[in-house]
């Protein structure tokens, strides 16, 4: 008897050019186009098997081993049944196919990274299922066509299914046809783009994206002006930054678009705050490193970035990431040893940090052990993989393993 299952992986992305805002909350068609830089799977990924039988008895969803609930009409529901929709497709092109589309599946999803890490695991599971469905379903569909349904997940999801710079152009269709990823530029076209996740402790429980953007959408004239005024210009400079290989410009465009969406969430009303203590220190910091290096003759260094959370992330090419750890370390003390996958610190660790010549220690006061828990250096990365048959997450039965 055929087993017909399939794993695959996918990416984490994090935006340069912020969406926040639904035209359509059903469909989830945003406001303005957004831009992403996908992260290496080798740090942060979500892996997902799916796998079609008869015998099954309806759709199921493990999600980091507890099974979770496909509500009717829900996101999940609605991806699912979307793939089953091109998989019939295929299916009526080619009768010799077996009929797939008519069995319930069994979805099976981990993150190698804590979901109390606080990083946004909806872009890279939602991809991860859409590219383990595919797989399954042996569909003909493009990376831009799977990211039209990982849209309907989650927004931000459309953006994994491509790896190095990515667009999610917002379209004008009501059918949402035309809102879908595209490439902007692959990862070995800028390879030297890393990353730096600051992450930032949190007690309270956050508004979500969801429900903030909706709310933003609702109230917000800041998002207006937005919207019809800076994303578009923004979205065009910042493409022509990348083709380039330009840092300075991609970083000062991506600290005005995380300053102008938590703007926009604080004119929100009533308004939301993301940002802590810790994060505002964490951009002056930057903001100084940056600074040292203008004063010098030189170019930006760095570019923060921050999502619906106190998470930074920082950008920056390979050569700086080693003073900016350092920078970091410096304010905020570490619970634990830096991971440093790249090996930038050989055996003596990075200690207790330090400061670049000329930088004013006063722009920040230190914090305490634990105020930014972990810090994950990673890099632009590829998109989805389809992983081999041992690398599977259910078990000859059918459940996970
Ligand atoms: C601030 O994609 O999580 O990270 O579409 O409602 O699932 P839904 O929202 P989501 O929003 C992400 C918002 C953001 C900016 C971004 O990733 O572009």
């Given at each position: 008897m055929s087993v017909y299952q399939a794993t695959a992986s996918a990416p984490v992305n994090i935006a340069c050019i912020k969406y926040w805002g639904k035209r359509d909350t059903k469909l989830i068609l945003p406001t303005n186009s957004s831009l992403s830089v996908t992260l290496d799977q080798d740090h942060l990924r979500s892996t997902t098997t799916s796998r079609a039988d008869a015998s099954f008895k309806k759709d199921r969803l493990w999600l980091n081993d507890t099974e979770e609930e496909i509500k009717e009409g829900g996101r999940l529901a609605t991806c699912i049944s979307e793939m089953k929709r091109l998989r019939r497709e295929v299916e009526e092109k080619d009768?010799?196919?077996?009929?797939?589309?008519?069995y319930y599946v069994h979805i099976c999803s981990r993150n190698?990274?804590?979901?109390?890490?606080?990083?946004?695991s909806s872009a890279s599971g939602f991809a991860a299922l859409v590219a383990s469905l595919a797989a399954l379903y042996k569909l003909p569909a493009s990376p831009s066509e799977l990211s039209l349904i990982a849209r309907q997940g989650s927004?931000?999801?459309?953006?994994?299914?491509?790896?190095g710079f990515v667009a999610?152009?917002?379209?004008?269709l009501p059918d949402g046809s035309d809102s879908l990823a595209v490439e902007v530029a692959p990862q070995s076209h800028w390879p030297d783009i890393h990353a730096l996740i600051c992450v930032v402790s949190d007690d309270k429980k956050g508004t979500s994206s969801t429900s903030g953007m909706q709310r933003t959408v609702e109230t917000s004239t800041l998002l207006q002006h937005r919207i019809a005024h800076v994303v578009p210009a923004r979205m065009e400079a910042i493409s022509a930054a990348i083709q380039a290989r330009d840092f300075d410009a991609f970083a000062r465009i991506t600290m005005q678009d995380s300053n102008q969406f938590h703007a926009v969430a604080l004119d929100t009303d009533p308004p939301i705050f993301y940002m802590n203590d810790v994060s505002r220190a964490i951009i002056a910091l930057i903001v100084e490193y940056n600074r040292v290096s203008v004063a010098n003759g030189g170019k930006l260094k760095a570019a923060y970035t921050y999502d619906a959370g106190p998470n930074a992330v920082i950008y920056a090419p390979k050569e700086n990431i080693k003073e900016i750890v350092e920078l970091i370390v410096k304010y905020f003390p570490q619970?634990?040893?830096?991971?440093?996958p790249f090996g930038?610190?050989?055996?003596?660790?990075?200690?207790?940090g330090k400061l670049v010549?000329?930088?004013?220690?006063?722009v920040a006061k230190p914090f305490g052990?634990?105020?930014?828990k972990n810090l994950i250096h990673t890099r632009v990365g590829d998109g989805p993989r389809v992983l081999?048959?041992?690398?599977?997450?259910?078990g000859t039965d059918g459940l996970p393993k």
């Open positions: 009768a010799s196919q077996p009929k797939l589309s008519s190698n990274f804590p979901t109390a890490a606080g990083l946004a927004g931000s999801a459309c953006r994994s299914l491509f790896g999610w152009q917002m379209g004008s619970p634990e040893a830096f991971k440093d930038l610190f050989g055996a003596a660790g990075v200690g207790e010549d000329g930088f004013n220690p006063a052990v634990g105020a930014v081999r048959a041992e690398e599977a997450l259910l």
